[in-house]
């Protein structure tokens, strides 16, 4: 399979159209760049065979991937940031994918670069704090269960009262429980 190939041929076409021309070329890379972006699409060919898409923005010197972009632009909730593909068909059909989104959104990238760059960080920041939050609510939530199952009804209520989350459902229920059984 011949990565570099398929990318020049798939997406030149879509490249010249916003003046961008091809930076640096090795095996698994491909990288066009204009004044504005730097767009780089890699083939991890030695262990993952993940494929994707980095845009270094000039501006702020930082660079976010498709999945990022496609979240931001096309409002698409990816779980899954890492492609993998071994076939070429499918590397392909990636591909022609890839060029759809650049030719939807290329133009846009480039005239609204820095407004783009900074609502991308503050994406990232959201989604960092919605992670802790919710990584801090599944431990709560361990802890809860812990307590409960041993029956320690005094340590669940001070888990509980310290706890600066909602608390619902059973979890709501467990603590009115504990609170009458501490006695």
């Known amino acids: 399979m011949n990565f570099n190939k398929l990318v020049k041929e798939i997406l030149s076409s879509v490249f010249s159209l916003f003046e961008f021309a091809l930076q640096n070329e090795s095996k698994g890379i491909v990288e066009y760049g204009n004044k504005v972006l730097v767009i780089s699409i890699s083939y991890d060919f030695n262990r993952s065979s993940e494929v994707d898409v980095n845009f270094l923005f000039k501006a702020n010197n930082k660079s976010y991937t498709l999945s990022e972009l496609r979240e931001y632009l096309d409002e698409e909730k990816i779980q899954f940031r890492a492609t993998q593909i071994v076939d070429e068909d499918k590397l392909e059909?990636?591909?022609r994918e890839v060029k759809v989104f650049l030719k939807n959104h290329?133009?846009?990238l480039i005239k609204n670069h820095i407004k783009i760059c900074s609502e991308l960080d503050s994406l990232r920041k959201q989604n960092v704090l919605d992670y802790n939050r919710n990584q801090e609510e599944k431990f709560f939530k361990e802890d809860v269960d812990k307590l409960w199952n041993s029956k320690d009804y005094?340590?669940?209520v001070k888990l509980v009262e310290k706890?600066?989350?909602?608390?619902?459902?059973?979890l709501k229920r467990k603590y009115e429980y504990a609170m009458k059984k501490r006695g």
Do not use: Q, R
């Not at 706890?163 to 059973?170: A, F, L, M, T």
């Open 106 to 108: 290329l133009k846009e």
């Open 163 to 170: 706890y600066k989350g909602n608390i619902d459902g059973s």
């Open 154 to 156: 005094v340590g669940l």
């Open 93 to 95: 059909i990636w591909t």
